[in-house]
């Protein structure tokens, strides 16, 4: 995944920061998806605009200072160095609702708004139709089940007998699953 | 909340960290432990996940859900995940919907298919039976002029019965008399001669078997048999009287003698 987003800054300094951050290719890209997703809650907790591209300023500026030769004993420690640094740079737009330009909520659809019957949808649906009988149900006691509350989702791994960060983990692993499916139809259909 | 001593953030914490409403003293200790592996990733990510399904399913607060819509319109890949879910959500809705009404259809089937098959085979008998009757009335017309069936029923040894209809549907056009091909075995016919328009209270007839003028066989009271429409007369022949060659079978009420019907027929026997 690291590989397909755009890395601003030179090819060397990325390969220097996967170097640091994982001894296997697959290691570090789990590493780097980790700590980019850290640097994102640090700059969407700070009110910062676009925390994605700011996560990848701190990135590229370790990759360039680990392809200078810096030695890093704890690149995650080091990134969030960085990142207080990049924060001050940046110009806080605080999370009150009277700083936000209202033009922004016209983009967010609203929670009740009736969903568009879009291609990905039916796709979901049909890639739904496909999973096996024991994993669709869990998905619906899951999301369906208790209206999303913590206790409902609790009975309902004690039922399973397992833990509620198992049960969590399933349906994780079931909806990457269904992502994929969804994924791979509307690739077909591009082709 | 110091990173090494403090316990583990709870929810209102977390979710106030993501908010980006917790205090900058407490974010900054939280902070320091999301770096510092990844048990403070994971439960943030937890807690975003629940936020972003609380957002959907409109359970957030309205402060809170100002600042969620906040983040969103700052965050493209917040937003993202925002609809992501909510497709997600819609798909499951109609899937489940989608599942409920074939289960429905599914059981309606159910029920109604102990009866469908029932009546499925009813009809198929009926088919049957009257494809069985078409074939036997379409060989009984074909049969017409040149031969008539003959069963034959080999009850005990040698001596076998053998049975000849003579129907009174005589097919259009036909240039001879019925033909009934007897069994070298057969030492009796049974000579079934169906009545066209019997008289209802017409129930003894006089029957008598003729080869050219010479009377061979003969009954005064011979009764009449009813098959659900069709009335026969049965008479019962010994099958040596019967050389081939053609015969006159002559009937009438008894208390009519005066209404004869003929019928001719030809016996054969194989070469």
């Known amino acids: 995944m690291a590989k397909e987003r755009s890395i601003p800054g030179t090819h060397e300094g990325f390969t220097s920061l996967l170097a640091a951050l994982g001894d296997s290719a697959a290691a570090a890209g789990q590493h780097y998806e980790q700590l980019r997703a850290k640097l994102i809650f640090f700059f969407t907790r700070k009110a910062l605009e676009v925390p994605e591209d700011l996560a990848d300023e701190v990135l590229d500026r370790i990759g360039r200072r680990l392809a200078e030769g810096l030695a890093i004993l704890s690149v995650d420690a080091f990134a969030l160095g960085v990142a207080r640094h990049v924060a001050q740079e940046q110009t806080p737009i605080r999370n009150r609702v009277e700083t936000v330009d209202p033009i922004f909520f016209h983009n967010v659809p609203a929670v009740s708004t009736t969903f568009n019957e879009d291609e990905r949808i039916v796709y979901l649906e049909r890639c739904l139709r496909r999973l096996p009988s024991y994993d669709s149900q869990l998905l619906k006691g899951y999301y369906l089940g208790g209206g999303g509350a913590i206790s409902a989702r609790k009975n309902m791994a004690e039922r399973l007998g397992v833990s509620p960060g198992t049960l969590r983990q399933k349906v994780f692993l079931i909806r990457r699953r269904l992502l994929e499916c969804v994924t791979a139809r509307l690739e077909k259909r591009k082709l | 909340m110091n990173p090494s001593t403090s316990h583990e953030p709870d929810r209102q914490q977390l979710r106030d960290y993501l908010l980006g409403r917790m205090p900058e003293d407490t974010a900054a200790e939280v902070d320091e432990r999301l770096f510092d592996g990844n048990h403070v990733l994971e439960l943030l990510e937890e807690e975003r996940q629940s936020l972003i399904e609380d957002f959907v399913g409109g359970r957030l607060y309205e402060q809170e859900a100002a600042l969620f819509r906040s ?16 497709e997600f959500l819609l798909a499951l809705k109609r899937e489940t919907a989608y599942s409920e009404k074939r289960k429905t259809l599914s059981l309606a089937f159910l029920f109604l298919s102990p009866a469908l098959a029932l009546l499925l085979c009813v009809v198929s008998l009926l088919y049957v ?6 074939a036997n009335l379409h060989a009984a017309l074909s049969a017409g002029p040149q031969t008539t069936q003959v069963l034959s029923h080999p009850y005990a040894g040698d001596s076998s ?6 129907s009174a549907n005589v097919p259009r056009g036909s240039s001879g008399p019925p033909e009934i091909l007897l069994p070298a075995n057969a030492s009796t016919l049974e000579l079934q001669v169906e009545l066209r328009d019997p008289l209802p209270d017409a129930k003894g007839w ?10 061979l066989w003969q009954s005064a009271h011979t ?30 009420p008894t208390a009519n003698p005066g209404a004869i019907q003929t019928r001719l027929f030809v016996i054969r026997k194989p070469l």
């Open chain 2, 129 to 134: 039976k009257e494809l069985h009757k078409s």
């Open chain 2, 71 to 86: 983040q969103m319109a700052r965050s493209p890949e917040l937003g993202r995940k925002v609809e992501d879910f909510r």
């Open chain 2, 223 to 252: 009764p009449v048999r009813r098959v659900g429409q069709e009335t026969f007369l049965t008479v019962f022949v010994n099958a040596q009287d019967l050389p081939p060659g053609p015969y006159t079978i002559r009937y009438s």
């Open chain 2, 161 to 166: 019965l053998a049975t000849a209809f003579l």
């Open chain 2, 206 to 215: 006089k029957v008598e078997v003729l080869a050219g003028n010479e009377l």
